[in-house]
């Protein structure tokens, strides 16, 4: 499905050196050290491929950081629903009122969430989505007659946002240094990364260990003042970790027995990463909320949600209470509409299909760089891979220096010499992950993957390995 590239226009050399000086004197980089030169400039997109402001090509093997789903051929497309849109009603708010787009949209996605009794809640992004959802909790337990319920249960690395409230679940302790006491007191259990786990090859056995976990961390807070377990079906940060068979029915069951609330945060995976709409919904579980971004719009438009079953709400509703939460932007119609056509152009040109089809063979493609030194462990699921980097067949870690040396100074200016767009993260164990955008054919994978071994086998002689 991958849209071949053409010849890009190089941008005049006077250009990019201006926009490398604006971006040294005006621009706040986003999670980055301010960078002083050479900064990657994107200027263009078309279909799996990006160029930067000298023409080079990059194949975009992450897909933006899990956004551009469908790539980056369908402008003409969004532009037409978009200027649809912005003639007919440019904005309007969904604070006691509402608009076409957003009641349609809010339909099209409950139709296609895991149970029948989903409403839609729209925000600008994954961090408004995990701290919207948050409030409607607390508002749901207020409405029962149990304030008391004010803590949560998440995991250790996982990244939630980085927003104060969404920070509170976010399991990278880095990311909360100086920034004060956390607002909602969280108890953190450990991920469903099985490498190194002394049980990780016993998936049964692993499942029951991680559930007694989350079951003790419970009973520790005080049961009754436990309200949201939050969790996302493959978890990012530290390197796609899938669960093991059962987990999440495990969840839902210590979720219904303790009479808390259980989250699926979606923000990665929902909307076709994994092949579904709902990654959550291959585990045969409803959750209580869903929160999503990211692919809701294939990055054409920002925009995010929060997908709350009707017994969350009906308290509030039986009671005519207030949801004391609101965001300006949330469900604006331009995005909405612009979401919208991204549903049905999944259905038209069968992205999910397409997902299902090459999920398999990427994997088995991705598995093969086990061969390499560096190249601990591979895990995944659908489109969207990592790999372990380590420092010897023992799978010892990297001492930080290294691990700083490989992450942030060589492999970002191989991967970028390999015209290859992918992620180093140091959130846990040194990663290497890749998101190819939805829309990818099996060639293209296959280019992917053979780029990463180059550019792998070249990381292993520079570590000495």
Same mark, same amino acid.
Not at 203 to 225: K, S, W
Not at 227 to 233: D, G, N, S, V, Y
């Given at each position: 499905?991958?849209?071949?590239?053409?010849?890009?226009?190089?941008?005049?050399?006077?250009?990019?050196?201006?926009?490398?000086?604006?971006?040294?004197?005006?621009?706040?980089?986003?999670?980055?050290?301010?960078?002083? /030169?050479?900064?990657?400039?994107?200027?263009?997109?078309?279909?799996?491929?990006?160029?930067?402001?000298?023409?080079?090509?990059?194949?975009?093997?992450? /897909?933006?950081?899990?956004?551009?789903?469908?790539?980056?051929?369908?402008?003409?497309?969004?532009?037409?629903?978009?200027?649809?849109?912005?003639?007919?009603? +440019?904005?309007?708010?969904?604070?006691?009122?509402?608009?076409?787009?957003?009641?349609?949209?809010?339909?099209?996605?409950?139709?296609?969430?895991?149970?029948?009794?989903?409403?839609?809640?729209?925000?600008? *992004?994954?961090?408004?989505?995990?701290?919207?959802?948050?409030?409607?909790?607390?508002?749901?337990?207020?409405?029962?007659?149990?304030?008391?319920?004010?803590?949560?249960?998440?995991?250790?690395?996982?990244?939630? *946002?980085?927003?104060?409230?969404?920070?509170?679940?976010?399991?990278?302790?880095?990311?909360?240094?100086?920034?004060?006491?956390?607002?909602?007191?969280?108890?953190?259990?450990?991920?469903?990364?099985?490498?190194?786990?002394?049980?990780?090859?016993?998936?049964?056995?692993?499942?029951?260990?991680?559930? =007694?976990?989350?079951?003790?961390?419970?009973?520790?807070?005080?049961?009754?003042?436990?309200?949201?377990?939050?969790?996302?079906?493959?978890?990012?940060?530290?390197?796609?970790?899938?669960?093991?068979?059962?987990?999440?029915?495990?969840?839902?069951?210590?979720?219904?027995?303790?009479?808390?609330?259980?989250?699926?945060? !979606?923000?990665?995976?929902?909307?076709?990463?994994?092949?579904?709409?709902?990654?959550?919904?291959?585990?045969?579980?409803?959750?209580?909320?869903?929160?999503?971004?990211?692919?809701?719009? /294939? =990055?054409?438009?920002?925009?995010?949600?929060?997908?709350?079953? /009707?017994?969350?709400?009906?308290?509030?509703?039986?009671?005519?209470?207030?949801?004391?939460?609101?965001?300006?932007?949330?469900?604006?119609?331009?995005?909405?509409?612009?979401?919208?056509?991204?549903?049905?152009?999944?259905?038209?040109?069968?992205?999910?299909?397409?997902?299902?089809?090459? #999920?398999?063979?990427?994997?088995?493609?991705?598995?093969?760089?086990?061969?390499?030194?560096?190249?601990?462990?591979?895990?995944?699921?659908?489109?969207?891979?990592?790999?372990?980097?380590?420092?010897?067949?023992? +799978?010892?870690?990297?001492?930080?220096?290294?691990?700083? !040396?490989?992450?942030? +100074?060589?492999?970002?200016?191989?991967?970028?010499?390999?015209?290859?767009?992918?992620?180093?993260?140091?959130?846990?164990?040194?990663?290497?992950?890749?998101?190819?955008?939805?829309?990818?054919?099996? #060639?293209?994978? !296959?280019?992917?993957?053979?780029?990463?071994?180059?550019?792998?086998?070249?990381?292993?002689?520079?570590?000495?390995?």
């Amino acid at each position: 499905m991958s849209t071949p590239p053409s010849t890009p226009s190089s941008t005049p050399l006077t250009t990019h050196d201006a926009l490398q000086v604006g971006a040294r004197d005006h621009l706040v980089q986003h999670f980055a050290k301010q960078q002083g /030169s050479d900064l990657l400039v994107l200027e263009r997109g078309e279909g799996p491929y990006v160029y930067d402001t000298r023409g080079t090509q990059y194949i975009d093997a992450l /897909s933006s950081l899990f956004c551009s789903q469908l790539g980056y051929s369908y402008g003409e497309e969004f532009a037409e629903a978009a200027t649809r849109q912005l003639t007919t009603l +440019a904005f309007n708010t969904n604070w006691n009122t509402a608009h076409p787009a957003s009641i349609e949209l809010a339909e099209m996605i409950s139709d296609r969430a895991p149970a029948d009794d989903y409403k839609v809640m729209f925000t600008g *992004g994954g961090s408004e989505s995990v701290e919207s959802a948050w409030k409607m909790v607390r508002e749901h337990f207020d409405a029962l007659g149990q304030p008391q319920r004010v803590k949560a249960i998440a995991r250790r690395t996982a990244y939630h *946002g980085v927003t104060l409230g969404a920070l509170s679940f976010t399991g990278v302790p880095g990311f909360k240094s100086g920034f004060g006491t956390a607002p909602i007191e969280v108890s953190h259990v450990s991920s469903t990364n099985a490498f190194r786990a002394p049980d990780g090859d016993d998936p049964a056995a692993f499942c029951a260990r991680l559930l =007694a976990e989350v079951e003790d961390a419970i009973v520790a807070a005080g049961a009754d003042e436990v309200a949201l377990i939050i969790a996302e079906p493959v978890q990012n940060a530290g390197g796609c970790f899938v669960p093991p068979p059962g987990y999440w029915q495990g969840l839902r069951a210590l979720a219904d027995k303790y009479g808390t609330l259980l989250m699926a945060d !979606e923000v990665i995976t929902g909307f076709g990463r994994i092949g579904e709409w709902f990654a959550v919904a291959r585990e045969g579980v409803a959750p209580d909320l869903i929160s999503v971004a990211k692919g809701i719009t /294939s =990055a054409y438009a920002p925009m995010g949600a929060v997908l709350v079953r /009707s017994h969350v709400l009906e308290p509030l509703v039986d009671q005519g209470k207030v949801y004391r939460h609101g965001i300006t932007f949330g469900g604006h119609p331009v995005s909405a509409a612009i979401a919208r056509r991204n549903i049905e152009i999944f259905e038209r040109d069968g992205v999910l299909e397409n997902v299902r089809t090459l #999920a398999g063979p990427l994997g088995e493609k991705v598995a093969t760089l086990l061969d390499l030194p560096i190249v601990g462990d591979v895990r995944g699921a659908g489109f969207f891979w990592a790999m372990e980097l380590v420092k010897d067949d023992e +799978a010892t870690r990297f001492e930080k220096e290294k691990r700083d !040396e490989l992450l942030r +100074a060589f492999l970002p200016r191989r991967l970028r010499e390999a015209g290859l767009i992918a992620r180093c993260d140091d959130r846990g164990d040194a990663v290497l992950q890749i998101a190819p955008p939805l829309i990818s054919d099996e #060639a293209l994978l !296959e280019e992917i993957v053979s780029r990463l071994r180059d550019v792998l086998a070249d990381a292993g002689e520079h570590m000495k390995l």
